[in-house]
């Protein structure tokens, strides 16, 4: 097994019996999940549970928001920066840079101002470390996030899967804390970590929430009063829980969706989607060939916001240094692909020449006196 393999603390019922995966009930996901927020059970549940408790908060100014504030118009603008800037950010902060390391920031300002460009929902480390083993075990026993185990089990995959071992050695565990290293995060000691059972202290995961918070109602109640900063804080619930679902849906529900000339890594049912693509530059297929890439919008019609968002840091002199391995896809794989398909055009229109001109020579021959 390796190190990757056991950095996550496995629910009760396993990630894998006899070798094989197993899929839980509902019932079983839904126990489990009850228990991982249960504070009085382990005082190391403090992350399950205040992520989920920061995120149902955000249900309170959406409801202030539709009673005393609401308009088609903030409505709108409150989608826009849920789905679109929301989204953008978590592939530029949580995807491309603290998990990837696809691109690097000139120094730790510009690192604070990347980590905080938006209100803070996901705290790096439930995101980062599961997200490194469902790269190394995508859709086999021990995937966080685990597609071939239902919609429920991707859900709740942040509370019942994503959660690091309580258990490592200081060695395992300054092992693990380098994978995150570049995110920002202020790291437990071994023994804090022993007691708090996560590479983040809570003390300090809280205060960052609330400056962040504090920080951005007060933007937003600036520019626009308390209507516009409840339609933004309130509007970001339905990302918070919406991105939940993406890596069931990413991965096709757990059939293979992938399409000729649009999906070309084909080591895992991962898809390439409009919606993902285009709001969050998360064309997911592309992402899984080129994991550590800068870029994931390589055909024409991918737009990666993400994408631009990085060029637009380092235009500013924020990002020194990124990976874009666009030449390379067209090189290996859409070069290759096209000049497959031309000779397979030519030859069925070479075949069916043949076969409409066969009958008319065998009619002129037909036809043609003898000598």
């Known amino acids: 097994m390796s190190y990757l393999e056991r950095v996550l603390e496995p629910p009760k019922y396993g990630f894998s019996r006899h ?19 249960n504070p009085f059970q382990s005082r190391k549940n403090w992350l399950s549970l205040f992520y989920w408790t920061a995120n149902l908060s955000l249900v309170i100014p959406f409801v202030i928001f539709l009673k005393y504030f609401f308009s088609f118009p ?9 789905m679109v800037i929301l989204g953008t950010y978590g592939t530029f902060y949580l995807h491309r840079y603290s998990t990837h390391h696809a691109f690097t920031f000139k120094n730790s300002f510009w690192r604070l101002i990347g980590r905080n460009l938006v209100i803070k929902n996901i705290p790096e480390e439930i995101y980062v470390i599961s997200h490194h083993v469902h790269h190394l075990l995508s859709e086999q026993p021990g995937d966080p996030y685990n597609v071939h185990a239902g919609w429920l089990y991707c859900f709740l995959a942040d ?21 995150i290293d570049k995110s920002g995060v202020h790291f437990n000691t071994y023994l804090q970590y022993q007691k708090w059972g996560t590479l983040c202290h809570p003390l300090l995961t809280f205060l960052h929430f609330a400056l962040n918070w504090a920080f951005w109602y007060g933007v937003f109640f600036l520019l ?13 619930v339905i990302w918070a829980f919406g991105v939940r679902t993406y890596n069931f849906d990413g991965h096709g529900g757990g059939k293979d969706r992938r399409q000729d000339g649009i999906d070309f890594n084909r080591e895992d049912l991962s898809v390439n989607q409009l919606w993902p ?25 991918q737009l990666d916001l993400a994408w631009i968002l990085i060029r637009c ?27 497959k398909a031309s000779k397979t055009t030519e030859s069925t229109v070479h075949h069916e020449i043949n076969e409409n001109e066969t009958p008319r020579i065998c009619e002129t021959i037909s036809q043609s006196p003898q000598l």
Request: glycine content about 10%; overall charge positive.
């Open 19 to 37: 070798g094989r995966l197993y899929i839980p009930s509902n019932k079983e996901i839904l126990t489990e999940f009850a228990s991982r927020l």
């Open 74 to 82: 903030l409505l709108l603008i409150g989608m826009t920066y849920s």
């Open 159 to 179: 509370v019942n899967h994503q959660a690091i071992r309580r258990d490592l050695s200081e060695g395992e565990y300054q092992r693990l804390t380098r994978l």
């Open 224 to 236: 626009g009063g308390h209507a516009l900063a409840t339609a933004l804080f309130g509007c970001s």
């Open 277 to 301: 693509g285009y709001v969050a530059g998360e064309w997911h297929n592309n992402h899984h060939l080129y994991p550590n890439g800068a870029r994931s919008g390589f055909l024409p019609y």
């Open 313 to 339: 840091f380092h235009f500013l002199g924020g990002i020194s240094t990124y990976r874009d391995y666009k030449n390379d896809f067209e090189r290996d794989y859409l070069r290759p692909y096209l000049l």
